[in-house]
């Protein structure tokens, strides 16, 4: 079984600073690990993924993550927060074969001109 | 190309009634999957089709229903709506179940039901 933990449903940055939003997973079997980004109103955009290949991922938008087995984690950062980055990013967990997705329950981000 | 879509945007319905939405995966997409998003939490896996046949079924009951047709485009079925059903219920095309290192999900914008 899967599942994940997102740490703060709340996250507020200012413009030019750094974005990170943190993710632990738990699973029975090694992991696939997706962020995606929920705009208002609109349905989900995968920013990145993690398949077993390099640990350092990068993503569209600037937006990278890095698995680490050792502390079950897979959290997203951004070197610089845009106020386009406001929204709300899911963290989500799934097996090799034949399991959905797992999803945390989201963390808003919030970026202060 | 188009992305995946889903109709309609956005309704309303009234305790006890039956509703139907539908999807259109991503052409050569062969797998649909169905979520539901309720307002302040993240997407929670309701059914996975791949070649017109179930291959998976999260933890809802059976007044939830799904079918896939020959084009691979699917529809959801909720019997006895409850107001607890209104939410976001998304639909999210992909290769194949699980598709080696290119498993990836593709969402459509959702619908939006709301029960009353």
């Known amino acids: 079984a899967q599942s994940v933990t997102q740490l703060g449903s709340h996250v507020s940055v200012s413009e030019g600073a750094l974005v990170l939003l943190r993710c632990n997973y738990s699973s029975s079997v090694p992991p696939y690990l997706f962020w995606y980004v929920q705009y208002p109103n609109q349905g989900l955009q995968l920013l990145l993924k993690y398949t077993s290949a390099a640990t350092l991922v990068k993503g569209i938008n600037g937006f990278e993550a890095e698995f680490k087995k050792s502390e079950t984690s897979f959290h997203l950062t951004k070197p610089s927060a845009h106020m386009s980055d406001a929204a709300e990013y899911f963290c989500?967990?799934?097996?090799?074969?034949?399991?959905?997705?797992?999803f945390g329950k989201g963390t808003r981000l919030s970026v202060i001109a | 190309d188009a992305g995946v879509t889903q109709s309609p945007t956005h309704l309303i319905k009234t305790r006890g009634q039956q509703v139907t939405l539908r999807c259109s995966p991503i052409s050569g997409h062969k797998s649909v999957s169905w979520y539901q998003q309720v307002l302040g939490q993240g997407p929670q896996f309701i059914f996975q089709?791949?070649?017109?046949?179930?291959?998976g079924r999260g933890n809802f009951p059976d007044r939830f229903s799904a079918r896939q047709f020959p084009n691979y485009s699917s529809e959801l079925n909720v019997n006895a709506l409850l107001l607890g059903d209104s939410a976001l219920y998304l639909c999210?095309?992909?290769?194949?179940?699980?598709?080696?290192?290119?498993?990836?999900?593709?969402f459509g914008p959702g619908t939006r039901l709301t029960v009353t």
């Open positions: 999210a095309s992909s290769l194949a179940p699980h598709a080696g290192l290119t498993y990836e999900q593709y």
């Open positions: 989500a967990v799934s097996g090799r074969v034949d399991t959905p997705l797992v």
């Open positions: 089709y791949y070649e017109k046949e179930e291959r």
